[in-house]
Every structure is written in C-alpha cells, then in structure tokens.
C-alpha cells in the first residue's frame, strides 16, 4: 500500500526527518544549507511535497462524500479541462494539463465538483500518466456503475522538457475507455468531439 502522510502527534517528527533529509539533499548537490538564501528551504520544501503529495491522505469516500444520487438521465456527461498537477514517480519532476472526464449513466449520478475531487486524489501522488488515467476511469466506474466511462489526459512532462530529450512541445495523450465508450465507436467518436470542440 502507498505509503501516507501520517496525521496527528507524529506530524512534527515527520516535518523534521523530512527536512533533514532535504538538508542533506541539498550537501549532496555542492551546496551549504545553512546559507541565507536556502536555509528555509527545507521547511518550504517539506511543506510543498505535503501539499504535493496529499491524495495519499484521502480516500474514495471521504472524496465523494455521499454526492451520489438517483436520477432518470442516460445522455453522456463529460467534465473537460480539469488542471492537472502531478509528479512523475520516475523523477520526481512535475507533469501537468488537463484532464477529460466522461460517464454514460445507468441510474445514478455524481456531483461534477466530485468528479474533480477525484482527479485531484490520485494526481496528487507520485504518478505516471498512464496509471493517473486508469486510476480516474475505474473509480469512477467502481463509484456510480456506469454504462461507459472515458478518461483522457493530455500533459506536458518536465523529465522530457527540462532533460534527456528536451523538448519542450511534446505532449503525452494517454486514454482509458470503459464499457460502452470502448465498445461502441460512435460513442468514443461523439466524446473526443467534445472534447476537441471549441469555444
């Protein structure tokens, strides 16, 4: 199981392990922690990869919050342009875009505030865009038992623009079709439409 945040009276011995490390980190990479201009750092650092890292201290659940209803509506609904911010696992280095949402209801409905509630639970992980997008898809389909579930991701990834290859335009498309949206191509052919429509 993916390691936590850890709530309560052992936050402040995690806050300070994790800050020695990054003092130690930062010896490691030529320079003097306890210069002026690095020596918050490793409490800023801390702070950020908490906020980072969150989804690990949520659950399905508390996500939802019980904002499932029952509801006579079986046209598609999509949730498009959700900001994403992750880190790659592979390099710790950000990856960020939007992400697609679609569901074809049977009998129930979920509020769409929810619907971004739970791309931001698995995005703020230690990810990779592939996982991210199945993480969403089979959630959602475990959530409200749709006939169909569409997730796409589109994300511009710092481990290819700031090394190795660098390039700066490359966008990763990645897809998890569920259901009908994978067995009926007019329906995956109706969703990356409205995706790609434009105001």
């Given at each position: 199981?993916?390691?936590?945040?850890r709530k309560g009276s052992g936050e402040a011995e995690q806050d300070a392990l994790l800050?020695?490390?990054?003092?130690?980190?930062?010896?490691?990479?030529?320079?003097?922690?306890?210069?002026?201009?690095?020596?918050?750092?490793?409490?800023?650092?801390?702070?950020?990869?908490?906020?980072?890292?969150?989804g690990y201290g949520k659950n399905l659940p508390e996500?939802?919050?019980?904002?499932?209803?029952?509801?006579?509506?079986?046209?598609?609904?999509?949730?498009?342009?959700?900001?994403i911010f992750s880190l790659c696992e592979h390099?710790?280095?950000?990856?960020?875009?939007?992400?697609?949402?679609?569901?074809?209801?049977?009998?129930?409905?979920l509020g769409l505030s929810k619907i971004v509630r739970l791309v931001e639970m698995y995005s703020r992980r230690l990810q990779v865009q592939e996982r991210?997008?199945?993480?969403?898809?089979?959630t959602l389909k475990q959530a409200v038992q749709p006939r169909g579930v569409g997730v796409v991701?589109?994300?511009?990834?710092?481990c290819m623009m700031m090394r190795g290859v660098e390039k700066h335009n490359s966008k990763a498309v990645t897809s998890a079709m569920l259901g009908v949206f994978q067995k009926r191509p007019e329906m995956r052919n109706e969703l990356l439409q409205l995706i790609n429509r434009r105001p």
């Open positions: 199981m993916p390691h936590r945040w800050q020695s490390l990054i003092r130690d980190l930062l010896k490691e990479v030529g320079e003097d922690p306890h210069r002026e201009g690095l020596r918050q750092t490793p409490e800023r650092m801390a702070k950020a990869l908490r906020y980072l890292t969150a996500v939802l919050n019980g904002a499932i209803f029952a509801e006579k509506y079986d046209e598609m609904v999509l949730v498009k342009d959700i900001d390099h710790l280095l950000p990856f960020f875009g939007k992400c697609h949402v679609a569901y074809l209801p049977k009998t129930k409905i991210l997008t199945q993480q969403i898809a089979h991701i589109e994300a511009y990834h710092f």
